[in-house]
Nanobody, 116 residues
Framework: QVQLVESGGGLVQPGGSRQLSCVVP?????????MGWYRQAPGKEREVVAS???????TYADGVLGRFTISRDTTQNTIYLLMNSLKPEDTGAYYC?????????WGQGTQVTVSS
């Protein structure tokens, strides 16, 4: 079974920073895959936060543009989400996602709580 493994969540104060990591199995870590980070806040639907397109571009949700940066390290088969200037509304479970060859893969999620 293909499994994505996230890490890096935790409690952070407003205005602080956090970096999430997601190790992706090499079998699906492809430049033809769409990779991204999603967030699910309590009582809300899961929503996309940032994506790496197959063309190498990056897209961001309006609420995180300029604060979050998605990247990948091909030598480590890892996707990162660097989150700066965190706000309480950024609180939620963060999931990495890979879409490849018609299949959709998810990590188990890592909780980020922004609170003083």
């Amino acid at each position: 079974q293909v499994q994505l493994v996230e890490s890096g969540g935790g409690l952070v104060q407003p205005g602080g920073s956090r970096q999430l990591s997601c190790v992706v199995p090499q079998s699906i870590f492809s430049r033809h895959a769409l990779m991204g980070w999603y967030r699910q806040a309590p009582g809300k639907e899961r929503e996309v936060v940032a994506s790496l397109t197959t063309g190498g571009g990056r897209t961001y949700a309006d609420g995180v543009l300029g604060r979050f940066t998605i990247s990948r390290d091909t030598t480590q088969n890892t996707i990162y989400l660097l989150m700066n200037s965190l706000k309480p509304e950024d609180t939620g479970a963060y999931y990495c996602n890979v879409q490849y060859m018609g299949s959709n893969y998810w990590g188990q999620g890592t909780q980020v709580t922004v609170s003083s």
